[in-house]
């Protein structure tokens, strides 16, 4: 087994287990795996927004596009993930970054649809 290999493992695991945590509807729970899966492979995207997802169903919409912003750190190609930090800045009326971010999405995936429809809502 390589080195970082059981850390991987342990993180689909911890991953896993919020999965669970948020089917029970305990997201507290679900939080906590998610920042370990994290720790552990801090590359895990999905881990990024799934903690970001249960942030935004907790009205934390600041704090989810903290952890999209990490993403976007461990992942820059990753367009999805300024799509979502758009997403959730546009729901906490901050226009600016929701534009901001929009035309970054929109720009790495110029033929995304959804990016057109989401642009033509956030300008």
């Not at 492979?41 to 600041?62: C, D, K, M, Q, V």
Request: no cysteine; proline share 2%; net charge neutral.
């Amino acid at each position: 087994m390589k080195e970082h290999e059981y850390d991987y493992l342990e993180s689909e695991d911890s991953y896993e287990m919020a999965i669970e945590w948020i089917a029970r509807a305990d997201f507290d729970k679900a939080e906590v795996f998610l920042k370990k899966a994290i720790s552990l492979n801090p590359h895990f995207i999905y881990a990024y927004i799934t903690l970001a997802e249960i942030h935004a169903r907790r009205g934390r919409f600041s704090d989810a596009i903290g952890a999209l912003k990490r993403a976007s750190r461990e992942d820059p190609s990753f367009h999805r993930l300024h799509y979502l930090i758009a997403k959730y800045a546009y729901k906490m009326n901050n226009g600016q970054l929701a534009r901001k971010h929009m035309r970054a999405a929109r720009e790495s995936a110029p033929d995304e649809e959804l990016y057109r429809r989401a642009a033509r809502v956030i300008d």
